[in-house]
């Protein structure tokens, strides 16, 4: 009797967790309801703090209820075998997504992992409790199919989590979420995926070994389905009301402009990305590989291909990982799930790599355009998406190459076809500048892949060395940005080409431009600087430095064929980028010897002109120090960077000086001629000698007016007063460098100085001493 009652007890009490469970259940739904995506635009990789909750501690030992082993990667899953590294990146602040109405099932996991949070039963009892009493198919959804309920007793049979409050179901139900498929019920806003239905039907226990290997079938599954159909798109179903790709990437007015982010409402695939011109988007009868454009010179328009459905397909899955994280920052941050999310990450750039390299369709040569340019122009991916797929590649050599060259070379292009009459020309050097910063432990992989380009350092293969490096080295391209009238007509044309430019428009207009340089060369800056600052790539940087300086030593000359040296615009990107790496420079780290120096980068032609000594006596004395080396270190940084800043001044903004004096000169000519036509026209209106006096008349007034705009366009390149602070700034430093070359006890200098000259100071080239009075004097004028 006593035992009865005891077994009466046990059943009631049961019974009575089960009801409480089931009431929880009912005011979590009653009170969640469904929870709507963040709409906050896609942000670039590199740039924010990651949102999400903080990283998991990990706990002792593996996790044997779900599986979650990292390096349990099977070679059926493996896209890039082991190398796919679980890292907890976090997604970006929002997410543009595939659908814009989820179905009731994806609705119903979502609230169902909500419930989980609320759910504070002790994990035995609700074990027992779903053993004996399935709530959810059994109560709140009457309408369930017996196979489901079969299905999930099934799952439930598994071996159960230990000290976890997400159970295996749910787990399966966040995978299903994410990666927006089912094997249960087909409906137009998931994949059903026929062969894990299969499996599932036929044996559920041996569908999947862990979750990684669940997570590599359900991709490959999925992505094998867009491979497969040739006509079909597997993903129309997650895009029932959004846009034919064309119809959505084209603009009214047939022209292509950059986004700054994405709409929430629409896909990344779906942004407006064209080739920075005139060129277009065209309607696409098919799902062919063609490019949807007009034109061939278009190398920045979407592709209607497979790979990129299949890219975009998985851009969303990782960031939708992010979306979780904010969402159930508590459940999210639990080791096992933290764990789970960090393989559907881990798999997703796994698979991404192969669509890049067109493994799963036709093989992509280097030569071909990246399907990831236009997301990273557009700054519409995910945040960590560019640092995991770096991560997971950069270690196999071939694979990294195989990806990031045609990146590479897509922002190449895509900067050689900006100007500053706009402001597109920020993204390629924004994009370019984050791939640089990536960072592992003291390596930074793509500065190696991009010192190890041909173009990286091209050699010269005529006269004009200057002008075929600007052009042809990969940097060029980025160092072009040129407000000047001689380096882009559009800028010009833009800015000053209205009927009249007065000095109120001209100053806005300058300080617009000024602030567009700004931005320009601080990312150049970052981009060089991240070069040097990886050991494997600081000796390429130096030598790319030095070839723009020696390269360009004939525009330090009086009379100059502009064809053969780089732009002014080039010029002065390159020296506001080495001003700053010289600004924190002390000068008793400068060796003045270096100039001198067997190892010196600066190669300084043999007639140049030396401040007290002739050619002759400077190769004897050099001679002299050979003999005995010691007086020569070894060069560092700081010295070759200061020289290299210095001969940089010679070789740019003292030539651009030189050349806004002439344009002042010609200006005021012409304003003295058509003065004095004007004042004259009296006595040679009715001359013979009309006729040409008019046409003289209207070509000057038409070679007066380009000038005015040459030289207002000169006036914001040139005319910055905090460019010109800096240059001023460095010729102090010169300055202090002589005294302390003539006398070693500066600052405590003894007037009047020795009269032995000291052959160092001696020896050193002119220029040295006249570009200081040349450019105060400018600075004056």
């Known amino acids: 009797m006593e035992c009865a009652c005891m077994y009466v007890q046990m059943n009631f009490s049961v019974c009575l967790i089960s009801f409480v469970q089931i009431r929880r259940r009912r005011l979590a739904r009653l009170a969640g309801g469904p929870s709507s995506q963040p709409s906050t635009p896609l942000t670039s990789p590199q740039r924010e703090t990651p949102p999400g909750p903080p990283a998991a501690a990990p706990t002792p030992g593996p996790s044997h209820s779900l599986g979650l082993n990292v390096h349990s990667m099977t070679p059926a899953t493996s896209p890039i075998g082991a190398s796919g590294v679980a890292h907890r990146s976090q997604s970006s602040e929002g997410v543009s997504s595939l659908s814009s109405s989820p179905s009731n099932s994806l609705e119903t996991q979502s609230q169902s992992l909500s419930r989980s949070q609320s759910m504070d039963i002790d994990s035995v009892s609700c074990e027992k409790s779903m053993s004996q009493v399935d709530v959810d198919s059994g109560i709140e959804n009457m309408e369930v199919d017996e196979n489901d309920r079969r299905e999930k007793r099934s799952l439930t049979d598994k071996e159960p989590l230990s000290g976890s409050e997400v159970s295996e179901e749910q787990a399966l139900q966040l995978v299903c979420k994410i990666f927006r498929v089912s094997w249960k019920d087909r409906d137009r806003d998931v994949i059903f995926l026929n062969s894990l239905s299969a499996q599932f039907k036929q044996n559920p226990k041996e569908v999947f070994s862990d979750f990684k290997d669940l997570i590599g079938q359900i991709l490959m599954e999925v992505l094998m389905m867009s491979t497969q159909s040739r006509d079909e798109n597997p993903f129309a179903s997650l895009t029932a009301t959004s846009q034919p790709i064309a119809a959505t990437a084209r603009s009214p007015d047939r022209s292509l402009i950059l986004n700054t982010g994405s709409n929430p409402g629409t896909s990344p695939m779906f942004c407006n990305v064209g080739s920075f011109g005139s060129s277009s988007l065209s309607s696409v009868g098919g799902s062919g590989s063609s490019s949807v454009c007009d034109s061939c010179s278009d190398h920045f328009t979407i592709e209607n291909c497979k790979e990129t459905e299949m890219l975009n397909y998985l851009i969303e899955c990782f960031d939708r990982v992010g979306i979780e994280e904010r969402k159930a920052p508590k459940m999210c941050s639990q080791p096992t799930v933290s764990q789970l999310l960090s393989n559907i990450r881990s798999q997703c750039i796994s698979h991404a790599a192969l669509v890049l390299q067109g493994s799963l369709t036709q093989p992509r040569s280097l030569q071909q355009q990246s399907?990831?340019?236009?997301?990273?122009?557009?700054?519409?991916?995910?945040?960590?998406?560019?640092?995991?797929?770096?991560?997971?590649?950069?270690?196999?050599?071939?694979?990294?190459?195989?990806?990031?060259?045609?990146?590479?070379?897509?922002?190449?292009?895509?900067?050689?076809?900006?100007?500053?009459?706009?402001?597109?020309?920020?993204?390629?050097?924004?994009?370019?500048?984050?791939?640089?910063?990536?960072?592992?432990?003291?390596?930074?992989?793509?500065?190696?892949?991009?010192?190890?380009?041909?173009?990286?350092?091209?050699?010269?293969?005529?006269?004009?060395?200057?002008?075929?490096?600007?052009?042809?080295?990969?940097?060029?391209?980025?160092?072009?940005?040129?407000?000047?009238?001689?380096?882009?007509?559009?800028?010009?044309?833009?800015?000053?080409?209205?009927?009249?430019?007065?000095?109120?428009?001209?100053?806005?207009?300058?300080?617009?431009?000024?602030?567009?340089?700004?931005?320009?060369?601080?990312?150049?800056?970052?981009?060089?600087?991240?070069?040097?600052?990886?050991?494997?790539?600081?000796?390429?940087?130096?030598?790319?430095?030095?070839?723009?300086?020696?390269?360009?030593?004939?525009?330090?000359?009086?009379?100059?064929?502009?064809?053969?040296?780089?732009?002014?615009?080039?010029?002065?990107?390159?020296?506001?980028?080495?001003?700053?790496?010289?600004?924190?420079?002390?000068?008793?780290?400068?060796?003045?010897?270096?100039?001198?120096?067997?190892?010196?980068?600066?190669?300084?032609?043999?007639?140049?002109?030396?401040?007290?000594?002739?050619?002759?006596?400077?190769?004897?004395?050099?001679?002299?120090?050979?003999?005995?080396?010691?007086?020569?270190?070894?060069?560092?940084?700081?010295?070759?960077?200061?020289?290299?800043?210095?001969?940089?001044?010679?070789?740019?903004?003292?030539?651009?000086?030189?050349?806004?004096?002439?344009?002042?000169?010609?200006?005021?000519?012409?304003?003295?001629?058509?003065?004095?036509?004007?004042?004259?026209?009296?006595?040679?209106?009715?001359?013979?000698?009309?006729?040409?006096?008019?046409?003289?008349?209207?070509?000057?007034?038409?070679?007066?007016?380009?000038?005015?705009?040459?030289?207002?366009?000169?006036?914001?390149?040139?005319?910055?007063?905090?460019?010109?602070?800096?240059?001023?700034?460095?010729?102090?430093?010169?300055?202090?460098?002589?005294?302390?070359?003539?006398?070693?006890?500066?600052?405590?200098?003894?007037?009047?100085?020795?009269?032995?000259?000291?052959?160092?100071?001696?020896?050193?080239?002119?220029?040295?001493?006249?570009?200081?009075?040349?450019?105060?004097?400018?600075?004056?004028?």
């Open 371 to 781: 399907l990831l340019v236009p997301y990273m122009l557009c700054r519409n991916l995910p945040f960590g998406f560019i640092q995991e797929l770096v991560r997971t590649t950069y270690q196999d050599e071939e694979v990294f190459k195989q990806i990031f060259i045609p990146i590479l070379q897509g922002l190449a292009i895509a900067s050689k076809e900006c100007s500053l009459d706009s402001d597109n020309f920020k993204y390629p050097l924004m994009a370019l500048c984050e791939l640089c910063e990536i960072k592992f432990g003291k390596t930074h992989p793509m500065c190696s892949l991009v010192v190890s380009l041909p173009l990286w350092l091209p050699k010269s293969l005529s006269t004009g060395a200057g002008r075929e490096l600007q052009r042809l080295s990969y940097l060029g391209a980025f160092f072009s940005l040129s407000v000047f009238a001689e380096d882009d007509n559009k800028v010009v044309e833009k800015y000053f080409s209205g009927p009249a430019i007065t000095l109120e428009n001209t100053r806005v207009v300058s300080q617009s431009l000024q602030h567009y340089l700004e931005l320009a060369r601080q990312e150049l800056f970052k981009i060089l600087h991240s070069i040097l600052l990886n050991g494997e790539t600081r000796e390429a940087a130096l030598s790319y430095m030095a070839a723009v300086v020696n390269t360009n030593m004939k525009k330090a000359q009086m009379q100059t064929d502009d064809r053969l040296v780089s732009t002014d615009g080039f010029m002065l990107n390159f020296l506001w980028v080495l001003q700053q790496l010289s600004m924190k420079i002390k000068l008793e780290t400068v060796d003045p010897m270096y100039i001198f120096h067997p190892r010196c980068r600066i190669d300084l032609p043999t007639d140049e002109t030396r401040v007290k000594a002739t050619m002759e006596d400077v190769t004897a004395w050099i001679a002299e120090l050979c003999r005995d080396p010691s007086p020569f270190s070894d060069p560092k940084f700081p010295t070759e960077c200061f020289f290299l800043t210095l001969h940089a001044h010679h070789l740019s903004i003292l030539p651009s000086c030189r050349r806004y004096i002439r344009r002042l000169r010609a200006i005021r000519e012409l304003n003295r001629t058509v003065e004095d036509l004007k004042n004259n026209e009296s006595q040679w209106k009715d001359s013979p000698l009309a006729t040409r006096h008019r046409e003289m008349l209207k070509r000057c007034k038409t070679q007066l007016k380009k000038l005015v705009r040459c030289k207002a366009c000169a006036d914001a390149g040139l005319l910055d007063e905090n460019f010109l602070r800096r240059c001023l700034n460095f010729y102090g430093m010169v300055i202090q460098l002589m005294l302390r070359i003539l006398d070693p006890a500066y600052p405590n200098i003894k007037l009047p100085l020795t009269l032995e000259v000291p052959k160092v100071f001696a020896a050193l080239p002119e220029f040295y001493v006249e570009d200081v009075a040349e450019f105060l004097f400018f600075i004056v004028q």
